[in-house]
């Protein structure tokens, strides 16, 4: 009897032995569990673990019938304070498999998700981009150029010799009819005075007077030429808007300052222009040159001293709603004087060749649409 006992308790030893690595992988797998979080990936690992050992410790001889285990811990009293999920034979947990299945089900979910917001986005993008273009119409930019020649040494405090010639600023331009000037305002000294006089363009504001100056423009009243009567130049620019402004002045300053005080000027006059008429085209119109026998060495009132001005001038076009006109080419020789044939003091044109002039602005419109207006401030193309 006692020999039966003592083989029992070998057997029973051995089979502790045996069975003990398997206990202790059930041990490790559940400190696992309860040290790493589902949410980075390792919990799911361990729990897989701990199910294959279970299931393996359930096989082993001797040991068929289900095994209970605890996913949750356990009190010194042997109370389960948690609950106990039942690993079948065969197959992991009903709880486990379920959640399997749920994450598969989000994963799968989560998926279509993703694809379907990647969708939005690209459709969101390629309508975002479609309508780029439908939006975006390619406005051309003008370019004012300059003849360069070799200048010559002027004496005088009033200008200097530029040593080139501004010339009309290259721009796709459309050919309109006088009902263009509909919405436009004219503003300058007597020889804008003769466009408004002769050129037949009775849609236009004009608003100038013999002997105006870009120092007078905004500082004095100017005369309005459809009643005659004197205006404030600041108030009318501020209360009624325009579509195309066209400016000349520059004649009555060449022995008024320098060059450089007419420039500064021009350019703060066309700033306040701008600002008060975002909308408009602004036309920097050049001075015409005067005859041979107007041109004068001796005094400021030569043709040398008009190019300074009208370079200066010039460089104020930006391409995009402001441009430089000149019609030079049209009344002067092959020298660059004023044509004798067409002045009758050598400084301003016969009436029957305001025509002319009044073709060759036709010749350049730029249509307000065309124009970009995406700064608040006006963009000026720097002097050489």
Same mark, same amino acid.
């Given at each position: 009897?006692?020999?039966?006992?003592?083989?029992?308790?070998?057997?029973? +030893?051995?089979?502790?032995?045996?069975?003990?690595?398997?206990?202790?992988?059930?041990?490790?797998?559940?400190?696992?569990?309860?040290?790493?979080?589902?949410?980075?990936?390792?919990?799911?690992?361990?729990?897989?673990?701990?199910?294959?050992?279970?299931?393996?410790?359930?096989?082993?001889?001797?040991?068929?019938?289900?095994?209970?285990?605890?996913?949750?811990?356990?009190?010194?009293?042997?109370?389960?304070?948690?609950?106990?999920?039942?690993?079948?034979?065969?197959?992991?947990?009903?709880?486990?498999?379920?959640?399997?299945?749920?994450?598969?089900?989000?994963?799968?979910?989560?998926?279509?998700?993703?694809?379907?917001?990647?969708?939005?986005?690209?459709?969101?993008?390629?309508?975002?981009?479609?309508?780029?273009?439908?939006?975006?119409?390619?406005?051309?930019?003008?370019?004012?150029?300059?003849?360069?020649?070799?200048?010559?040494?002027?004496?005088?405090?009033?200008?200097?010799?530029?040593?080139?010639?501004? +010339?009309?600023?290259?721009?796709?331009?459309?050919?309109?009819?006088?009902?263009?000037?509909?919405?436009?305002?004219?503003?300058?000294?007597?020889?804008?005075?003769?466009?408004?006089?002769?050129?037949?363009?009775?849609?236009?504001?004009?608003?100038?007077?013999?002997?105006?100056?870009?120092?007078?423009?905004?500082?004095?009243?100017?005369?309005?030429?459809?009643?005659?009567?004197?205006?404030?130049?600041?108030? =009318?620019?501020?209360?009624?808007?325009?579509?195309?402004?066209?400016?000349? +002045?520059?004649?009555?300053?060449?022995?008024?300052?320098?060059?450089?005080?007419?420039?500064?000027?021009?350019?703060?006059?066309?700033?306040?222009?701008?600002?008060?008429?975002?909308?408009?085209?602004?036309? =920097?119109?050049?001075?015409?040159? =005067?005859?041979?026998?107007?041109?004068?060495?001796?005094?400021?009132?030569?043709?040398?001293?008009?190019?300074?001005?009208?370079?200066?001038?010039?460089?104020?076009?930006?391409?995009?709603?402001?441009?430089? +006109?000149?019609?030079?080419?049209?009344?002067?020789?092959?020298?660059?004087?004023?044509?004798?044939?067409?002045?009758?003091?050598?400084?301003?044109?016969?009436?029957?060749?305001?025509?002319?002039?009044?073709?060759?602005?036709?010749?350049?419109?730029?249509?307000?649409?065309?124009?970009?207006?995406?700064?608040?401030?006006?963009?000026?193309?720097?002097?050489?």
């Amino acid at each position: 009897m006692k020999k039966k006992k003592k083989q029992r308790r070998s057997l029973q +030893l051995k089979e502790n032995i045996y069975n003990s690595p398997y206990l202790i992988l059930i041990f490790l797998t559940t400190v696992v569990v309860m040290a790493f979080s589902d949410e980075i990936g390792f919990g799911s690992v361990a729990k897989e673990v701990q199910i294959f050992a279970s299931d393996a410790y359930a096989k082993m001889p001797g040991k068929q019938e289900a095994a209970m285990v605890s996913s949750e811990p356990v009190s010194e009293t042997g109370e389960d304070v948690g609950e106990v999920h039942t690993i079948q034979e065969e197959g992991m947990p009903t709880e486990l498999a379920s959640a399997a299945g749920s994450k598969e089900e989000n994963a799968g979910s989560c998926k279509e998700k993703e694809e379907e917001i990647s969708d939005d986005i690209d459709l969101n993008t390629d309508n975002q981009i479609k309508k780029n273009l439908e939006n975006t119409e390619e406005i051309p930019k003008g370019i004012t150029n300059f003849e360069y020649y070799d200048p010559i040494q002027i004496d005088s405090p009033y200008y200097k010799d530029a040593g080139k010639i501004a +010339l009309t600023t290259e721009y796709p331009y459309a050919k309109e009819n006088v009902s263009y000037f509909n919405d436009a305002a004219f503003l300058g000294d007597s020889r804008t005075l003769g466009i408004s006089d002769y050129a037949e363009l009775e849609g236009a504001d004009f608003y100038c007077d013999s002997g105006m100056m870009i120092f007078k423009l905004l500082e004095e009243e100017i005369t309005y030429q459809k009643t005659g009567n004197k205006v404030d130049l600041t108030q =009318v620019l501020q209360e009624k808007q325009y579509g195309k402004i066209y400016i000349m +002045l520059g004649m009555n300053e060449l022995g008024y300052g320098n060059t450089q005080m007419y420039l500064d000027k021009y350019q703060e006059v066309l700033q306040k222009i701008k600002e008060w008429q975002p909308e408009a085209v602004v036309y =920097v119109m050049a001075n015409l040159h =005067v005859s041979r026998e107007k041109n004068n060495f001796e005094s400021e009132f030569n043709n040398i001293n008009i190019n300074d001005k009208n370079a200066a001038a010039a460089s104020l076009a930006n391409g995009t709603d402001v441009f430089y +006109l000149d019609a030079n080419p049209l009344f002067t020789d092959e020298e660059g004087f004023l044509n004798a044939e067409l002045t009758f003091d050598g400084v301003h044109l016969y009436a029957k060749h305001y025509d002319v002039w009044r073709e060759f602005l036709l010749e350049h419109a730029v249509e307000p649409k065309e124009v970009s207006h995406g700064d608040d401030q006006v963009t000026f193309v720097g002097t050489e």
